[in-house]
């Protein structure tokens, strides 16, 4: 194997890439696990069902339906994930103390003391969200953009209890908080106002935002979206709605899920067309197939397109990333950790590319070389560097014999 690495590693050095700075530079880049995947989104607040046009599918054996649980998981599975990783909290995944309870406006960072234990003895920093969805409070499909008072007050008030609760995060963990305000909030069929919600939406994600926070520790951003099921019309929190708001609301930074927009676009080419303008960026990574669907992360086309752009702009540190999917229906543990290790396969084989020489031919416009090279660079022996990587990172080759193993012993017994 190692006589593999070594041959791999002159292959790229003929061509200029130095594959040992590329798997150094990758351990420092922080991607953030999404906690959500291990219980398709269900939470420990509320019994209801999962709402906001989102949808979990399947109803494979062992979900994690408790803290410990949950918690258990997902330590078992970032053993097996190589890299960098921070832990991404919804709102509703808060811990109550024996049969105390809060509200969504009501939260406080003690209900998060638990998960802030759970990162600190892993080195991890925190991201977080708060939860427009789920919540009996959701009136008509709408939160923040309800013509309803009451209704909007009190998710104004869930957005600013969880910026607390992100400086608490940033506080504990010394590492800034990606706060990411999304909303399932839309319309089934023909609207006969688009403005009116638009408006208030923004009015309400300004007040949000004016509860005072150190921003260095906090980072607001606001992710749009095209549609969702049971939403198919209107969504209040559209593309151009939100990168607007982003533009024109200092310190608000944009964030895409490339589940969100038309099929036939790419958030790819969205990466640096955002960089031309915004200091930093956020990312939901994930596979949709035929819309939102959330399916796990692959090592496709798109997804190293979009690391390719992050890698060539030289923009690993202006780019926050976080997985974003939830599959039910095959082992969750397998789910997390497949999805994770293709977001690295992803940034590790951008990394491997020579850019400069790329951008060269592009540049001179011997377009012919640039094609011959970029086709040949597929069929690099790009696995022997990926390997060497997840052995220096301490994960085991039989990564996924454990997983069953688990499966087995712990989740089976559920
Ligand atoms: C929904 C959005 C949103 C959620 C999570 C759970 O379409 O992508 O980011 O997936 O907040
Ligand atoms: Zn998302």
Not at 209 to 214: C, G, I, N, R, T
């Amino acid at each position: 194997m190692k006589d593999r690495f070594e041959y791999a590693k002159r292959k790229y050095a003929e061509i200029g890439v130095d594959v040992e700075a590329a798997m150094e530079r990758l351990k420092e880049v922080p991607v953030s696990v999404h906690c959500w995947q291990g219980d398709d989104v269900t939470g420990f607040d509320y019994k209801g069902p999962l709402t906001g046009g989102i949808q979990a599918t399947g109803n494979y054996r062992g979900k994690a339906t408790t803290p410990e649980q949950l918690m258990q998981d997902m330590d078992f599975a970032m053993r097996l994930m190589p890299g960098k990783k921070k832990l991404n909290l919804h709102a509703c995944y808060a811990i109550f103390e024996d049969g105390e309870f809060a509200d969504r406006d009501r939260l406080e960072p003690k209900h998060f003391a638990k998960w802030v234990e759970f990162a600190k003895e892993r080195g991890l920093g925190i991201d977080f969200n708060p939860t427009f969805f789920s919540h009996p409070k959701v009136k008509d499909g709408l939160t923040l953009s309800s013509p309803c008072e009451e209704t909007r007050k009190f998710w104004i008030e869930h957005g600013k209890v969880c910026i607390r609760i992100s400086e608490y995060f940033a506080r504990e963990t010394g590492i800034p908080c990606v706060m990411n305000i999304w909303t399932g909030d839309g319309y089934k069929d023909i609207p006969a106002d688009r403005m009116g919600p638009r408006l208030r939406y923004r009015e309400s994600i300004e007040e949000i935002l004016s509860e005072p926070f150190d921003r260095n520790l906090v980072k607001p951003c606001i992710e749009s979206k095209v549609f969702g099921i049971g939403v198919e019309s209107y969504t209040v929190g559209s593309a151009e709605f939100t990168l607007l708001f982003a533009a024109f609301n200092k310190g608000c930074i944009p964030l895409m899920d490339n589940g969100h927009y038309h099929p036939t676009e790419t958030v790819s080419d969205k990466i640096p067309a955002l960089l031309c303008y915004f200091p930093e960026i956020a990312l939901h990574i994930t596979r949709p197939v035929r819309w939102d669907s959330d399916h796990v992360l692959l090592f496709d086309d798109e997804t190293r397109e979009m690391a390719k752009e992050i890698v060539r702009c030289n923009a690993l540190e202006r780019v926050h990333m976080a997985l974003d999917f939830f599959d039910a229906s095959i082992n969750r543990i397998s789910a997390w950790v497949v999805g994770f290790r293709s977001w690295q396969k992803a940034l590790l084989y951008a990394l491997c590319l020579p850019h400069e020489r790329l951008a060269r031919l592009q540049d001179e416009n011997n377009m012919t070389e640039l094609m011959m090279l970029q086709e040949e660079l597929k069929v690099y022996p790009f696995s022997d560097i990926w390997e060497e990587y997840c052995d220096r990172c301490g994960v085991p080759e039989d990564w996924f014999g454990r997983i069953m193993k688990y499966e087995e012993e712990v989740l089976a017994l559920r």
